[in-house]
């Protein structure tokens, strides 16, 4: 079955830019959605298609994807931006999400 | 408002069977295709299961194929997630989800979830 990895923690200091990745097989033929989730919170679709932000997510989330390896970018990291991260494509019909990263602002 | 409320959840013993409700509103529900998503508690999000508009194609998880069945009646606005020889690693809560149409192909509105928790 189709696997997408990402590192289970990242830490960014407030203003910095937090890179978080997410690696899969020739995952740059998929389309690409990024998820947030706070504790205690449903998750929110942050990303779709790869890089395009859904309404009301703020220009700082971006994100892009080739070859092996998808990667989602906050810039201008702040405090709010504190949560899990999660990754998500399709294989076939078949949903798959990563295994998830903390970003920790510090 | 786009409202999405799971029901149905609660202490099942091992073996057992359990019916989720998920009770949409705010948007046209025949219209659109449903998820069912589930985290275990401290863990990620696995996704389980998928239904189209009408309810023809029913994609699974490899983990829960042949035990839970997706279903959903658009006269009643209401998703389904039927449950059976429930093991203890299906323990999670358990969030009804919209695909969506506008971002394609992420899954735009999530329910707040209902926990399942399958002990003895």
């Known amino acids: 079955s189709y696997e997408l990895s990402q590192p289970s923690s990242v830490s960014v200091s407030p203003g910095q830019t937090a890179s978080i990745t997410c690696s899969g097989d020739k995952l740059g033929d998929k389309y690409v959605c990024w998820y947030q989730q706070k504790p205690g919170q449903s998750p929110v679709l942050v990303i779709y298609?790869?890089?395009k932000r859904p309404s009301g997510i703020p220009e700082r989330f971006s994100g892009s994807n080739s070859g092996n390896t998808a990667t989602l970018t906050i810039s201008g990291t702040q405090a709010m931006d504190e949560a899990d991260y999660y990754c998500?494509?399709?294989?076939?019909?078949?949903?798959?999400f990563g295994t998830g990263t903390t970003v920790t602002v510090l | 408002e786009v409202q999405l409320v799971e029901s149905g959840g609660g202490l099942v013993q091992p073996g057992g069977s359990r019916t989720l409700s998920c009770a949409a509103s705010?948007?046209?529900?025949?219209?659109?295709?449903m998820h069912w998503v589930r985290q275990a508690p401290g863990k990620g999000l696995v996704w389980v299961s998928r239904?189209?508009?009408?309810?023809?194609?029913?994609p699974y998880a490899d983990s829960v194929k042949g035990r839970f069945t997706i279903s959903r009646d658009n006269a009643k606005n209401t998703l389904y997630l039927q449950m059976s020889s429930l093991r203890a690693e299906d323990t999670a809560v358990y969030y009804c989800v919209r695909d969506s149409k506008v971002a394609r192909p992420g899954l735009d509105y999530w329910g707040q979830g209902t926990l399942v928790t399958v002990s003895s």
């Open positions: 998500q494509a399709w294989d076939s019909s078949t949903g798959v």
């Open positions: 298609e790869d890089t």
């Open positions: 239904i189209n508009s009408d309810g023809s194609s029913t």
């Open positions: 705010g948007f046209t529900f025949s219209s659109y295709w």
